[in-house]
């Protein structure tokens, strides 16, 4: 939106004559700049964020295949524990919980938890889990 304002600031500037016509061009010529820069700068961030994760999970977790972790349903939020970090997920941030056949994928607003399903011993264990944790998210 900045971007917009400021090109049109600038485009009315050297233009110098201010006619209607004028003025409704600059408008529609800044209203489409920023919306290009915008949709460039979200990209560009989203891609940022995504390298400097990867980043941080590589350091800290060494490239190891696999992380042991720990991980309880509680009534009030998902916690979880690998790699020596401990994390707490709100049932209230909960945004879905979805399943795949390789693992239970439940959503938070800032995050995800990943359940595989090589850490249920059986379907029906997996099929328990997946009940509580609906239950508890209220989703």
Known sequence: MATGLL???IWTYISGSRTLWQLALAL??????????????????????????????AEHFGGKPTIPSELELRPD???????????????NVCTGIAETP???EIDFSPGICV??????????????FIAVARRLSGK
Not at 86 to 91: A, G, L, N, S
């Open 7 to 9: 090109f049109f600031a």
């Open 115 to 128: 359940v595989r399903n090589r850490h249920f011993a059986t379907p029906d264990e997996r099929q328990a």
């Open 77 to 91: 939020a998902v916690w979880v524990r690998q790699g020596g970090m401990e994390m707490i997920f709100p049932w």
């Open 102 to 104: 390789d693992d239970i």
């Open 28 to 57: 529609v010529a800044s209203i489409g700049c920023g919306m290009i820069f915008a949709r460039l700068f979200r990209s560009e961030l989203v891609k940022q964020l995504q390298k400097q994760q990867r980043k941080v999970v």
